[in-house]
């Protein structure tokens, strides 16, 4: 195989081509065979390797093969000529692989197509066998010469001769008449077709046929004999006829679903929008040329119209919805969304539509869904629910919501709940901020006399968001030439007989005689003394010539059977196409072959009538295969399935149907009133008409039954004598519409009743201003009737001081098609007037046309009386602010004063412990002296007991010089640098200083300061603070228990906190500034200078920390310091 002319991916393209479904033969040039597909060899009962490399014309014996010839001049006219060639039906003998010995009888029509290189040459051919019915093979079978019909006996020349063109006229009128019958049966089909069918013919489409059910779309339109334009001029422009015309001029079948056709009424001329269905395919002549298109049309009018307006209501209920300013959704019973409107997107930041099917804990989170559960639980039993809550989605969005849950309660069962949030956090905000500002004016008052740290720290706080097989016997030349007496009367009858006769002698194939009917075919040319080549050259090119050669060198006869030759004209018009049954077979003399006699009928007409039979068989069969709405054709009593569309097996895919009966086929429909139906329309010719029929059917063979919707139309299908033979079935599946619609249906009700249980009143507004809708909760809050508040009823329910205010605010809004707001008081049911805010958004058509308001009302008295409140609460804020900054002024005087006096102070200490130390030093020396000068008995007695005391002043004074030496140096030190101090270690240090003590008391220690290895803070003040702590806690220890202190160290965010907790003596709270005082002391008993607490919280306070005591008396004592981090 010349793998070339095909390129170098041939070894890729072979699989494809052996996996046609139709019997392929791919030839070369000289006719052996190079490929096949496997329907081939099935139909030929043959392998791939009794083919390949064989000439097609060799595969059957010529004994086996009698269509032989006819397919080698089928084959070699295209290899002429370049163009395909179709053979009618021939018939063929195969053997027969069960039964060896035996064949089986096929008949079937040919057809070879050329396959060009790229200069336009014949490269390969391509072999296409179509089988046909047995039945025609049968009768084809008993009119083949051999056969064991009987023959008649042999008759005259002239006799002979005249049946042979009875016969043929007999034939052909046959043929004629079932072609009228099968014209009539089709027109039929067409006319009593429920579709709407019409045939548009000639390149001016006019009106060829129009069938009721197109004439029932347009009544009024006079269509019949008219051109299409001049029916519907208003779609000239349209795209209907853009693509009609592109199907007569390309012959490429167009389909359309729901297109919009604006036709205009013959009444007034006004345009309708109408929406169709339709297909639209090429009509072909006998000659395969285009001569009309035929279209298959449905109007889909309502359901479009239907669509949109369901469409329409759920965009204004959905428009309803997302105009709340609440949050609206639907949970199903495991706790997963199946609506969210536009509100969710706001606060959990995902689109609506992304919230569907997501587990309810995965939006809110987990502490939120905690909080949540129980209220979902107990609405998903059927409890209505309302309740506040505090609802903590982020950790930087916390909300306080007011919360509806209202169960979905079908037939008995709760499939789930809507959920209405209204976010309340402003009012409970604004409730808290205005308690909140009462607090802070009381604590202004008291912190006037506080310190400027403290009032520092409050102003800080006041400062914090998608074929036919014929032959011919030429008994008639043989006789001729057996008989040379009866020549002259032979000719005579030739002259006579209608049929074309020519006798043709030697190699060349000269013409010796013709008779007027031959010459008839080649007017005005000059056969008879020329060779067929001078004479007739287009028979050499179209290949006939070459069946003469092979007639002549092999004496073997030749029948052709409806062979095309195209016959040139004369003056340059275009070749005539002639079809022939004829027969091509030597004569001899002296046993020589000396020429070829020429037998032939022209089988042109019927070979047109047939082929336009042909045709239109399938151009109505294409027509309904091509359908998009499933078709079927039922035949005879039984109902058996003889035509089944794409469409209609696409319903039950998987199923076989084709020539099976409707209760073999779908066996479950015996049930159904379909059996009933079937017969009732084949018998009494009724049409029937079901809409939306539910039937229980498997989509698979073997498959669950579903509950399937049919809207269909059964009609008795009737031969050409009107008998009713079949039904014809024109079916939709509306399964999915009818789900749809319920879908629909449901939405819209679901929409209704959240409209009617949010907490909120909603309302819609025409584009003049008029109110058109209002949900029941307006009804419930106002009592006013539905007849009360529609129009512009809803102001009488205005207080007379706001509906002046609120009408223009809204008619201004209205007329220019922007948001509205505004607060007014609405007269409640039981008379009292409260606050609301009204709030409505603009909406527009898909074209964007103003269609009106859409808004809803909300109850916010408790939050307009709070921002009232809180309007007067700011104005005496700022008053106090006025002081209060005042008051500052004073304060800072007062503390730059404060300031200088602790520079005094700090110099007075500085002064007094450094004067006072040499005197008390000498007094204390002058006292050592005076002892050690005293003799004995002057030491005794009262003198002793003077001195003694003496010696105490002494050591108290010097420990206050001491004390107040300490306080000086801890107000010069505090900006000591800070370092990363070791905590454990200092507290270690400490314990071994105060060891002597803890034997004493017999205390005990335990440490737990693992969390805060390390504290920044001066070292040596850390030392003091752990120091004075613990010498504390174990020197007021508790006397009839040992002392048991625990330090505990922990991390805060913002401190390091150290903690010393005893079971000692405790401290009474009350006198807590008396505790941290310098010089104070709260239990005399022990020993001790009632400095060391207040230097505690002075370098913890420097350092911006704190200190804070817990305390019970009797119990014990935790002081607590925090360390700034």
């Known amino acids: 195989m010349n793998s070339a002319a095909f390129g170098s991916d041939l070894s890729a393209l072979l699989p494809i081509f052996k996996a046609l479904p139709e019997a392929y033969v791919l030839l070369s040039p000289d006719f052996v065979v190079e490929a096949v597909s496997d329907a081939y060899l099935a139909t030929m009962l043959t392998t791939q390797e009794a083919l390949l490399g064989q000439s097609l014309l060799t595969i059957f014996p010529a004994s086996l093969a009698p269509a032989t010839p006819n397919l080698q001049a089928s084959l070699a006219q295209v290899l002429a000529t370049g163009q395909p060639h179709e053979l009618p039906p021939q018939p063929y003998k195969v053997p027969n692989t069960q039964q060896p010995g035996h064949f089986v009888n096929r008949f079937w029509r040919l057809r070879n197509t050329p396959v060009l290189d790229d200069d336009g040459q014949v490269s390969h051919l391509l072999h296409q066998i179509i089988a046909l019915p047995d039945l025609a093979a049968e009768q084809a079978q008993a009119a083949e010469p051999g056969s064991d019909a009987p023959v008649p006996a042999l008759r005259t020349p002239h006799e002979e001769l005249e049946a042979r063109v009875q016969e043929r006229t007999q034939a052909w009128q046959q043929v004629q008449a079932q072609t009228e019958r099968e014209q009539a049966s089709l027109k039929n089909l067409f006319m009593m077709a429920p579709a709407a069918i019409c045939i548009l013919a000639g390149p001016h489409l006019v009106f060829e046929l129009v069938n009721p059910g197109y004439q029932e779309l347009f009544p009024d339109h006079d269509l019949l004999g008219k051109p299409f334009l001049q029916a519907y001029p208003e779609i000239a422009n349209h795209e209907t006829y853009r693509t009609l015309r592109l199907v007569y001029d390309t012959g490429i079948t167009h389909r359309e679903l729901g297109i919009l056709v604006p036709i205009a009424r013959p009444t007034d001329g006004q345009l309708e929008n109408r929406y169709f269905n339709?297909?639209?395919?090429?009509?072909?002549?006998?000659?395969?040329?285009?001569?009309?298109?035929?279209?298959?049309?449905?109007?889909?009018?309502?359901?479009?119209?239907?669509?949109?307006?369901?469409?329409?209501i759920t965009r204004q209920l959905q428009l309803l919805t997302n105009s709340l300013p609440v949050l609206i959704s639907y949970v199903d019973r495991e706790h997963r969304y199946q609506f969210a409107n536009q509100a969710y997107e706001t606060w959990f930041r995902l689109p609506a539509a992304e919230l569907v099917n997501r587990p309810v804990r995965e939006i809110l989170g987990d502490e939120a869904y905690e909080r949540a559960k129980g209220y979902m639980e107990r609405a998903l039993a059927g409890e209505r629910l309302d309740f506040d809550v505090t609802m903590p989605y982020r950790h930087d969005f916390i909300r306080h919501i007011r919360t509806s849950y209202v169960p979905d309660v079908r037939d008995g069962v709760v499939a789930g709940f809507y959920s209405l949030v209204a976010d309340v956090t402003e009012q409970v905000q604004a409730r808290e901020q205005v308690q909140a500002l009462n607090e802070e004016l009381a604590a202004i008052n008291e912190e006037m006399a506080a310190t400027n740290e403290e009032l520092q720290a409050s102003n800080e706080e006041l400062l914090a968001n998608h074929a036919e097989l014929a032959r011919s016997q030429n008994a008639l030349l043989e006789e001729a030439q057996r008989r040379v007496q009866e020549r002259e009367t032979f000719y005579q009858v030739f002259e006579q007989t209608p049929a074309s006769i020519a006798l043709m002698r030697g190699p060349a194939h000269r013409f010796e005689y013709v008779n007027a009917a031959y010459q008839q075919l080649f007017p005005g040319r000059q056969l008879v003394g020329r060779s067929l080549a001078e004479a007739l050259p287009e028979t050499v090119t179209q290949g006939f010539s070459a069946l003469l050669d092979t007639v002549y060198r092999t004496g073997e006869t030749f029948f052709g059977t409806e062979l095309l030759l195209s016959i040139e004209q004369p003056g340059g018009l275009p070749a005539k196409d002639v079809y022939f049954t004829f027969t091509y077979q030597a004569y001899r003399e002296r046993e020589q072959i000396v020429g070829i006699s020429i037998f032939a009928y022209d089988a042109t007409e019927q070979v047109l009538a047939r082929l336009a039979r042909e045709a239109q068989q399938r151009q109505l069969h294409d027509l309904f295969m091509q359908a998009p709405t499933p078709i079927a054709i039922l035949t005879g009593p039984d109902m058996v399935f003889q035509l089944v569309n794409p469409a209609y097996q696409s319903i039950f895919p998987g199923r076989e149907l084709l020539g099976r009966p409707v209760l073999q086929a779908l066996a479950e429909l015996a049930s159904s009133p379909i059996p009933d139906v079937l017969q009732q329309v084949y018998t009494t010719r009724e049409t029937y008409v079901a809409e939306a029929m539910p039937l229980m059917l498997a989509r698979q063979e073997g498959g669950l039954l579903e509950e399937l919707y049919f809207t269909f139309t059964y009609q008795a299908r009737r031969n050409e004598h009107g008998v009713a033979d079949g039904v014809m079935v024109f079916?939709?599946?509306?399964?999915?519409?009818?789900?749809?619609?319920?879908?629909?249906e449901e939405r819209e009700q679901s929409f209704r009743q959240i409209a009617d249980s949010v907490p909120a009143m909603l309302w819609v507004n025409n584009p003049e201003g008029q109110c058109v809708y209002l949900n029941q909760q307006w009804y419930s809050y106002t009592g006013q009737t539905e007849a009360e508040a529609l129009g512009v009823g809803w102001l009488n329910a205005v207080h007379p001081d706001e509906a002046g205010i609120a009408s223009a605010s809204f008619l201004d809004a209205n007329a220019r098609h922007i948001p509205f707001h505004c607060f007014y008081r609405l007269r409640r049911h039981d008379g009292t007037y409260r606050w609301v805010s009204d709030s409505g958004t603009p909406r527009f058509d898909n074209a964007g046309e103003f269609e009106g308001f859409v808004g809803t009302v909300i109850d916010v008295h408790e939050q307009r009386l709070a921002e009232l409140a809180l309007q007067r609460l700011t104005k005496k804020l700022r008053i106090s602010r006025d002081e209060a900054q005042a008051l500052n002024t004073n304060l800072r005087a007062s503390n730059e004063q404060l300031i200088r006096t602790n520079v005094d102070l700090d110099n007075f200490i500085y002064t007094a412990s450094h004067d006072l130390k040499a005197p008390i030093t000498n007094i204390e020396g002058l006292l050592h002296t005076l002892q050690s000068e005293l003799p004995p008995p002057s030491q005794l007695g009262e003198v002793a007991y003077i001195l003694e005391l003496m010696q105490d002043s002494v050591d108290r004074f010097t420990?206050?010089?001491?004390?107040?030496?300490?306080?000086?140096?801890?107000?010069?030190?505090?900006?000591?640098?800070?370092?990363?101090?070791?905590?454990?270690?200092?507290?270690?240090?400490?314990?071994?200083?105060?060891?002597?003590?803890?034997?004493?008391?017999?205390?005990?220690?335990?440490?737990?300061?693992?969390?805060?290895?390390?504290?920044?803070?001066?070292?040596?003040?850390?030392?003091?603070?752990?120091?004075?702590?613990?010498?504390?806690?174990?020197?007021?220890?508790?006397?009839?228990?040992?002392?048991?202190?625990?330090?505990?160290?922990?991390?805060?965010?913002?401190?390091?906190?150290?903690?010393?907790?005893?079971?000692?003596?405790?401290?009474?709270?009350?006198?807590?500034?008396?505790?941290?005082?310098?010089?104070?002391?709260?239990?005399?008993?022990?020993?001790?200078?009632?400095?060391?607490?207040?230097?505690?919280?002075?370098?913890?306070?420097?350092?911006?920390?704190?200190?804070?005591?817990?305390?019970?008396?009797?119990?014990?004592?935790?002081?607590?310091?925090?360390?700034?981090?």
């Not at 297909?279 to 119209?305: C, K, M, N, S, W």
């Open 731 to 744: 079916a939709h599946e509306v399964t999915d519409q009818v789900l749809a619609r319920r879908v629909v």
């Open 959 to 1125: 420990r206050t010089i001491e004390h107040l030496t300490d306080v000086s140096k801890l107000q010069k030190e505090h900006d000591q640098p800070a370092i990363q101090v070791p905590l454990a270690q200092v507290i270690e240090e400490v314990r071994l200083d105060l060891a002597p003590l803890l034997q004493e008391v017999h205390g005990h220690l335990h440490v737990t300061v693992e969390e805060i290895p390390t504290v920044m803070f001066p070292e040596k003040n850390l030392r003091s603070v752990v120091y004075n702590l613990l010498s504390n806690a174990f020197k007021y220890h508790h006397p009839e228990r040992a002392p048991q202190v625990y330090v505990r160290g922990r991390a805060e965010p913002d401190y390091l906190v150290l903690e010393v907790q005893d079971n000692g003596l405790g401290v009474d709270l009350t006198r807590e500034r008396q505790l941290f005082a310098m010089f104070q002391r709260l239990h005399t008993h022990v020993e001790g200078s009632g400095v060391g607490l207040y230097m505690v919280k002075r370098m913890v306070e420097n350092a911006g920390g704190r200190i804070e005591v817990h305390s019970e008396v009797g119990q014990g004592t935790t002081f607590t310091v925090y360390f700034k981090r």
């Open 278 to 312: 339709y297909i639209q395919q090429p009509r072909y002549d006998g000659t395969g040329h285009i001569d009309g298109v035929l279209v298959f049309a449905f109007e889909v009018t309502e359901q479009v119209v239907a669509r949109e307006e369901s469409e329409a």
